[in-house]
């Protein structure tokens, strides 16, 4: 079985900064696209940012010169790093990654991990 494990969420003050990391595990024979996705209360899921393998990236305009997504293909892992963080940043993140399989491409999706932003 395929799985996304992220970890590193919690609570920060306002301002503050915190990491989060995702690793796929199982049986795969390449990952391509990864991304982060985030929820918060009564709002639908969205992009924060993706990483392609290559390495080109894409932001969400409200984490824009805040966030980096990065990854570390030998360990298939995906990072991000989140800086000057605001209360509107709450959310549960999700990892994404889509992973090449037996059958060709599969999305995949992590459990989610809670960052909270206090003021």
């Known amino acids: 079985q395929v799985q996304l494990v992220e970890s590193g969420g919690g609570l920060v003050q306002a301002g503050g900064s915190l990491g989060l990391s995702c690793a796929a595990s199982g049986s795969f024979f390449s990952i391509n696209r990864m991304g982060w996705y985030r929820q918060a209360p009564g709002e639908q899921r969205e992009l924060v940012a993706a990483?392609?393998?290559?390495?080109?990236?894409n932001y969400a305009e409200s984490v824009k010169g805040r966030f980096t997504i990065s990854r570390d293909n030998a360990k298939n892992t995906v990072y991000l790093q989140m800086n000057s963080l605001k209360p509107e940043d709450t959310a549960v993140y999700y990892c994404n990654a889509d992973l090449r399989i037996y059958r060709g491409l599969q999305e995949y999706w992590g459990k989610g991990t809670l960052v909270t932003v206090s003021s």
């Open positions: 990483i392609t393998s290559g390495g080109s990236t």
